[in-house]
């Protein structure tokens, strides 16, 4: 990251942010490399990303491939995938990995890095829902990790083919919330390529954000099928998401993160998010796995660990865990 050379950029994974993130990079002229595999490395490689946004249509062509070793070293990896997704990949990306690679995972829940750099009784512990055994820990070194929350809505309508109709917004921060040049030139990586992107002092305060935005929505929309707007829009909806809106906040701040929304705020922004089926409804809906336990176990781990309860999160968990079974 202090070389002069232009920065080689890797985004691993193809799906709705993984394109997305990729599209706008590439659209800006910044070379990119996309890790990727079956019909969307075909798709990729024979028509490249196409991408729909506020800006308008976007056809580009990336160096798309399955082989880390083929891609090469890389000064910035965007982590692009899935939660459950990760301990397969982690041991595989040695080959993308100089001595200064920097590494931004862009996945939804409590991220297993949750606790690196954080001062405090539970300073270097291990969130086990989302890193048993420590498997993600002993895969990467945690050095390598800057902190992100992306705010970023996208379909994927094709195998290399999104569609994302809200602005693009990332937060980014170092994990013992410095302000490191590293921070500064990623976050101008991303503004250059039109994504609104923030260097926070305090990342776990937008990380809660998120995670609250995430535990409110996915989990019921796998149990109702209901849109963002019908979530956060109808009053029978509303009633349930309030209630875990509530246990999520407590648990939030019994972690010192400053959650700056009030509920009737919170309610009329994700109903403004419009017919947006979450991320979790679309993995229910073909039949891939779950993030359940980066977005829901996760967190009421972490709340029993403050002695906090989470009864209607508990339960509406329990329900989807239910409904993505896969033989339902």
């Not at 920065?7 to 691993?12: E, F, N, T």
């Not at 080959?95 to 297993?112: E, H, R, S, Y």
């Not at 229910?284 to 989470?310: F, N, S």
């Amino acid at each position: 990251m202090t070389t002069a050379h232009p920065l080689r950029v890797c985004v691993a994974g193809a799906g709705a942010i993984g394109c997305t993130l990729a599209a706008r990079l590439a659209a800006s002229g910044q070379p990119v490399s996309l890790l990727a595999r079956g019909a969307a490395l075909a798709a990729i490689n024979e028509h490249g990303l196409r991408l729909a946004d506020l800006d308008g249509e976007h056809q580009v062509m990336v160096r798309a491939s399955d082989s880390p070793a083929a891609l090469g070293e890389q000064d910035v990896l965007f982590l692009c995938t899935k939660a459950p997704a990760l301990a397969a990949l982690l041991p595989t990306l040695a080959p993308l990995m100089g001595p200064n690679t920097v590494v931004v995972p862009l996945v939804n829940g409590v991220p297993w890095w949750y606790f690196h750099g954080e001062p405090g009784r539970f300073a270097g512990s291990r969130v086990e829902a989302v890193d048993p055994a420590g498997v993600l820990t002993q895969a990467l070194a945690l050095e390598r990790i800057l902190g992100c929350v992306v705010f970023i809505t996208a379909e994927v309508l094709a195998p290399g083919v999104v569609r994302a109709s809200n602005p693009h917004l990332m937060i980014l921060g170092e994990p013992d919330n410095s302000q490191s040049p590293r921070l500064q030139r990623v976050c101008a990586l991303l503004a250059a390529a039109g994504i609104e992107a923030r260097a926070s002092e305090r990342i776990r305060d937008a990380l809660w954000t998120k995670i609250i935005a995430n535990l409110t929505s996915n989990p019921l929309s796998v149990v109702t099928g209901a849109t963002l707007a019908q979530l956060y829009g109808e009053p029978e909806l509303k009633a349930v998401v309030s209630k875990v809106f509530n246990e999520a906040l407590l648990t939030a701040a019994a972690y010192g993160a400053r959650v700056a929304i009030d509920p009737q705020s919170f309610m009329e922004m994700g109903a403004g998010m419009g017919a947006v089926r979450t991320s979790m409804l679309q993995d229910y809906e073909h039949g891939r796995p779950l993030e359940l336990q980066a977005i829901g176990d996760a967190v009421v781990e972490l709340a029993e660990r403050q002695g906090l309860a989470m009864p209607v999160t508990r339960d509406i968990l329990n329900l989807a865990r239910f409904r993505g079974q896969p033989s339902l």
